[in-house]
């Protein structure tokens, strides 16, 4: 598994689901339909969503400490 930060390719918004696909091994557009399947639910999602965006590194960051 590779570290968790913001590609600066394949993104939508911010990042966020594409960098959660590419920990997790998966398509970052299946990443995207969990997410949205998900706000179907009650709960934070939003919130967890903006806050991953706040902490998660871009990826020149990223590249700059590993």
Do not use: K
């Not at 934070?44 to 990223?62: C, G, K, N």
Request: glycine content about 6%; overall charge positive; proline content about 8%.
């Amino acid at each position: 598994m590779s570290s968790l930060y913001r590609p600066r390719d394949n993104r939508w918004i911010a990042g966020v689901c594409s960098g959660l696909a590419r920990r997790f091994g998966i398509s970052p557009n299946m990443m995207r339909l969990i997410f949205v399947l998900s706000c179907l639910l009650p709960g934070p999602q939003f919130v967890i969503y903006i806050v991953l965006w706040v902490l998660m590194p871009d990826e020149s960051r990223a590249r700059t400490y590993n």
